[in-house]
């Protein structure tokens, strides 16, 4: 399913963008439970895959997949007929815990003491790769945002990459922790952190309806070009920042009263965000 324009840009008109959603899931786990699930590969993972693929990966990796896994199960996609999607991955502040236990490392041990899986395990990139890896995807895979804004990056990277190819689609996920993990100098968490994730399939699935829409509102161009004003304001506002949580319990919400759902929110530099949610229940009886 395309983007479809819904106007073109004028001086005085805002532009929308519209998404198709083909499959939603979540996850929502405890550090203990998450590291429970290391040795526990998707059904769906490429032949061959090792199943010490989840040893050293961040614990926001191995959620992104299970938020997937969750949303694949539930809409029954077959993976192999999506080999050329693209996968875009938004963490928040991703191997944030193991980079504060490998500077201790390095100050004590020096470089033989820090583990050379640091870099492809816990950076931006890392969510993305392995779920690209999973998946057998020969789309590009990025990593966005990796701050407190990553949610604005993640959509806006999905509408981007998905006009593309309008052949073709997008795994999007994002994860974070709330609240965030407190380690000690030996690195172990200090706190009882929660990590969020979610994860949805924007395009074509070769399904006869689909279970959401992505609604991408961008503000006119005389509001950020000709009037440095408004520009000015929009920039600078304090708005309210939506969070991954806030999500995947409008997501909970949604399946436990099986009723759609829907969330509202605008990025920091303007463009408004519509994400609405049919149930499963109802989905299952549009597409049966």
């Known amino acids: 399913m395309p983007i479809v324009p819904k106007h073109q840009s004028t001086p005085s008109r805002s532009t929308e963008l ?24 998707p059904r769906w993972a490429v032949e061959g895959t090792s199943g010490h693929f989840f040893k050293y990966s961040d614990e926001q990796t191995i959620l992104a997949v299970q938020a997937l896994d969750h949303a694949i ?38 470089a033989s003491g820090v583990s050379p899986h ?3 395990q816990h950076s931006l990139h890392s969510v ?31 509408a981007t990459l998905f006009e593309q ?8 996920t994002c994860t ?4 965030e993990p407190v380690v000690d100098r030996q690195g172990n968490c200090t706190n009882e952190p929660l990590c969020h994730a979610f994860a949805l399939a924007v395009g074509s699935c070769n399904m006869q309806s689909r279970p959401g ?38 997501m909970m919400r949604t399946d436990s009263r099986k009723m759609p759902g829907n969330l509202r929110w605008q990025m920091s530099w303007g463009a ?17």
């Open 18 to 41: 519209e998404m198709g959603i083909a499959a939603w899931g979540y996850s929502r786990l405890s550090l203990a439970e998450i590291n429970g699930l290391r040795r526990r590969l």
């Open 73 to 110: 199960e539930r809409h029954g996609i077959d993976v192999r007929k999506q080999e050329n999607f693209a996968v875009i991955a938004a963490p928040r502040f991703v191997g944030r815990a193991s980079a504060a236990v490998t500077f201790q490392r390095f100050l004590r041990d020096g």
């Open 118 to 120: 640091i870099i492809p």
């Open 128 to 158: 993305s790769g392995a779920i690209s890896v999973l998946l057998g995807c020969h789309g590009p895979n990025v990593g966005v945002g990796g701050g407190p804004k990553a949610l604005d990056d993640a959509f806006l990277a999905a």
């Open 165 to 172: 190819d309008a052949g073709a689609g997008v795994w999007l």
């Open 176 to 179: 974070a922790w709330d609240p």
């Open 213 to 250: 829409t992505i609604r991408l509102r961008f503000p006119s161009a005389t509001a950020l070009t000709n009037d440095q004003s408004t520009a000015n304001s929009v920039a600078d506002k304090a708005m309210p920042e939506i969070r991954v949580a806030e999500i995947v319990s409008e």
């Open 272 to 288: 408004t965000v519509e994400l609405d949610l049919t149930t499963q229940a109802a989905y299952r009886s549009l597409a049966a």
